[in-house]
Nanobody
Framework: QVQLVESGGGLVQAGGSLRLSCVAS????????MGWYRQAPGKQRESVAT???????NYADSAKGRFTISRDNAKNSVYLQMNSLKPEDTAVYYC???????????WGQGTQVTVSS
């Protein structure tokens, strides 16, 4: 059974920082592209950042320069360090694991991030 368990969300003031964590089980973690997505109320889910096994990462324009994605393959974990947070970053953040080129695409339950102005 595949599980992705996120943690680290919460309420923070604008300009503050949060670090999201996601621990994966039930998959061969090294083989998966890991990512963070978010969904704000009334909006579609969007990609925030993704990272390949070797550490190559990709960011949404809104995240560049403020967010950093990283992974620890030994701990089956992926992280999202979020700095200089803005109210528009408020959303539910989801961890994603995708075996590229396959239908093996899994989601966590989400963690709420709220940034107050």
């Amino acid at each position: 059974q595949v599980q992705l368990v996120e943690s680290g969300g919460g309420l923070v003031q604008a300009g503050g920082s949060l670090r999201l964590s996601c621990v994966a089980s039930g998959i061969i973690f090294n083989n998966y592209r890991m990512g963070w997505y978010r969904q704000a109320p009334g909006k579609q889910r969007e990609s925030v950042a993704t990272i390949l096994r070797g550490g190559i990462s990709n960011y949404a324009d809104s995240a560049k320069g403020r967010f950093t994605i990283s992974r620890d393959n030994a701990k089956n974990s992926v992280y999202l360090q979020m700095n200089s947070l803005k109210p528009e970053d408020t959303a539910v953040y989801y961890c994603n694991a995708w075996l590229l080129g396959s239908e093996n695409n899994y989601w966590g339950q989400g963690t709420q991030v709220t940034v107050s102005s």
